[in-house]
Nanobody, 120 residues
Framework: QVQLVESGGGLVQPGGSLRLSCAASGGDFRINTMGWYRQAPGKQRELVAATAVSGSTDYADSLKGRFTISIDYAKNTVYLQMNSLKPEDTAVYYC??????????????WGQGTLVTVSS
């Protein structure tokens, strides 16, 4: 059973930075895509950034230039560097992965979420 464990959330002042990490573990698999979504109170979950094994990356247009996604395939870990944070970035951030099993099945997995609060 593949699991995603997130870390790095917390309280930060406006203009500050945070780095989220998400590590995938459990069983024998390969990462196909890995990324981050967020859900603010009263809003739908939205894509923040994602990266694929092909090397392609995708960002929410409103976050380009402030957020950077990176991945270490050797560690099955994806990172989200968040700079110049704003109060409207406050949300629960969820890690997402599509993994390929050794029987060539593709499975989508979600993390439990980590809260990011931007406030003075």
């Amino acid at each position: 059973q593949v699991q995603l464990v997130e870390s790095g959330g917390g309280l930060v002042q406006p203009g500050g930075s945070l780095r989220l990490s998400c590590a995938a573990s459990g069983g024998d698999f390969r990462i196909n895509t890995m990324g981050w979504y967020r859900q603010a109170p009263g809003k739908q979950r939205e894509l923040v950034a994602a990266t694929a094994v092909s090397g392609s990356t995708d960002y929410a247009d409103s976050l380009k230039g402030r957020f950077t996604i990176s991945i270490d395939y050797a560690k099955n870990t994806v990172y989200l560097q968040m700079n110049s944070l704003k109060p409207e970035d406050t949300a629960v951030y969820y890690c997402n992965a599509v993994i390929r099993t050794m029987t060539n099945r593709y499975i989508e997995v979600w993390g439990q979420g980590t809260l990011v609060t931007v406030s003075s």
